[in-house]
């Protein structure tokens, strides 16, 4: 890592521009489904902070807020979907409309289990907004989100939430990473 964050990137793949249109048009369709009900922002932590953060600015509803974090118990399980929860919800849920909030949709199998376990806490309904999806041709059926930002290459990302080793979530625009940073 050079000491300007940066100089570290190869090659831009979304503009602050470009993010700034793809969460403007979410928050509209957000705020057009979701008038007159109970509507809870859930963004799973970390890599959808940024995301969150700008989103909920930009659904003109009464709305609230809560975060959860996860994380695969390993490689050898991660395709089983079994994850563990190291924060939970701090609020109860019970007939609320939630929409989880994610940076990246993949194999699915992150949402597909906070599906699982919030859907028996009872909300009124549960959807899925994600920032970036990508084309996974054998993901968990029930996973299915009603929000998508965009279609995401498959490379490796950084910026705007995306990190490589805890760094460059903090870059405004997404990016690839120069291979002399892993390599
Ligand atoms: C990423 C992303 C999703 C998950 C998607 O999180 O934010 O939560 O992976 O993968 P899946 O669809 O294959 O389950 P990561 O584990 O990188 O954590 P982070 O958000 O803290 O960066």
């Known amino acids: 890592m050079s000491q300007d964050l940066h100089s570290d990137i190869e090659r831009l793949v979304l503009s602050e521009e ?5 969460v403007c048009d979410m928050g509209a369709k957000i705020t057009h489904d979701y008038a007159g009900k109970k509507l809870t922002l859930v963004a799973v932590l970390k890599g959808a902070t940024p995301f969150m953060a700008d989103l909920m ?8 807020i809560d975060f959860m974090e996860v994380s695969s118990y ?4 991660t395709s089983s979907g079994v994850v563990r929860i190291l924060k939970d919800l701090n609020t109860n849920i019970e007939g609320k409309d939630i ?12 949402l597909a289990y906070l599906k699982k376990i919030l859907t028996k806490r ?11 999806n990508k084309e996974v041709p054998n993901r968990a059926k029930d996973v299915q989100p009603k929000y998508i930002g965009a ?3 498959n490379e490796f990302l950084v910026g705007y939430g995306f990190d490589y080793d805890e760094l460059y979530r903090n870059l405004p625009y997404v990016g690839i990473l120069k291979k002399s940073c892993y390599e």
């Open 122 to 132: 009872n909300p009124a309904s549960l959807e899925i907004a994600t920032f970036l």
């Open 74 to 77: 390993g490689s050898g399980t």
């Open 99 to 110: 929409v989880l909030v994610e940076d990246l949709l993949d194999t699915g199998n992150t």
């Open 57 to 64: 600015r930009k659904i003109d509803l009464p709305l609230s």
């Open 18 to 22: 470009e993010i700034a249109t793809i």
């Open 151 to 153: 279609d995401a290459p």
